[in-house]
């Protein structure tokens, strides 16, 4: 933010829980430039309230917080912070799907709870993660990402992706598949598409079907990729193995079947929560609105 202050003015100083509407209004209302998060829901209203605007930064490498073609038409640049937390979000994915399948939360619980009676043969068990297929749906930058892990733990990756991919560019074991052919035959499907209104609810009641019972679904994409009613009653009725998840429809409310089933772990929207790649996200935000205010072209403009 030292960059910003010393050739602007920094009307609202970072702040760490979400501004009201009528304060995200208000501050909007003469400025130029705005850094925003996900949780700032900047619709056409936001952006009539604010005739001076040029540049939204978003703090976040998703946007469907930004109403971008209202945005584009008033000529306002959106940007968003791809590449600095694509491995950040890679590795919390196979923190949950590892948590997920081996029971690590239960486990914690158990040993801290001072009930705990020893090893014993049959307790707390899961899942093998090594050598199981894993499915990848949306092959992007953060997709690719976990299918390289993957490597580690030998294990087949089958993706869709709603364009076909250049293949030079990607692993020649990993294989392309519509997307029920990857529910079908995969073991852990994690998500990693962008929120639109064609993934709106991708996954649904049709789709976790078609996964195996003894599968497990993984997002730390968008919670409304996922319905999540749908989920809760396919874990509830054996239908599916388990969940983990970092994103909800309703952040931060979770469906109250997410509360009590203890094969789904629940993360509060960790992805790119570390020092670091926060650190980069702020400086990327920084330099697209630098961009903007300056007259040069946005690096990580999106709109
Ligand atoms: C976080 O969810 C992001 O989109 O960066
Ligand atoms: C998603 O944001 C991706 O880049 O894969």
């Keep these: 933010m030292v960059l910003i202050r010393e050739r602007f003015s920094l009307t609202a100083p970072p702040q760490v829980s979400p501004p009201s509407r009528a304060a995200l209004l208000k501050g909007l209302r003469e400025a130029h430039a705005a850094v925003c998060t996900l949780t700032e829901v900047i619709d056409g209203n936001v952006l009539k309230a604010a005739p001076d605007l040029r540049v939204i930064a978003n703090y976040a490498v998703g946007y469907n917080n930004i109403a971008v073609k209202e945005a584009k038409a008033r000529g306002i640049v959106v940007t968003n912070t791809p590449d600095v937390l694509t491995e950040t979000t890679a590795d919390l994915t196979w923190a949950l799907l590892l948590a997920t399948a081996r ?17 014993e043969p049959t307790q707390l068990l899961g899942t093998d993660v090594y050598g ?39 692993n020649a074991q990993w294989r392309q ?88 772990v629940t993360l509060p929207h960790l992805g790119s929560a570390t020092l670091h790649t926060r650190i980069q996200m702020g ?13 040069r072209p946005a690096p990580n403009r999106v709109v």
């Design 103 to 119: 029971r690590v939360l239960e486990g914690d619980r158990l040993a801290r709870s001072g009930t705990w009676t020893g090893w």
């Design 132 to 170: 199981k297929t894993l499915g990848i749906i949306g092959m992007g930058r953060i997709g690719r990402a976990v299918a390289r892990r993957a490597m580690g733990f030998n294990m087949p990756v089958l993706y869709h992706n709603r364009r076909t991919l250049d293949h030079s560019t990607l």
């Design 177 to 264: 598949m519509s997307l029920q052919d990857v529910l079908t035959g995969s073991d852990f499907v994690s998500l990693h598409v962008p929120l639109t209104v064609e993934t709106h609810h991708l996954i649904g009641a049709a789709e976790l079907r078609l996964m195996r019972p003894t599968a497990y679904l993984i997002n730390t994409a968008r919670g409304t990729v996922v319905d999540e009613a749908a989920l809760v009653a396919a874990v509830q009725e054996g239908r599916l193995a388990g969940a983990g998840l970092d994103v909800y429809e309703e952040e931060p409310a979770l469906h109250p079947g997410l509360r009590t089933l203890p094969q789904v």
């Design 283 to 295: 400086m990327i935000c920084v330099q697209n609105i630098l961009a903007v205010l300056e007259g």
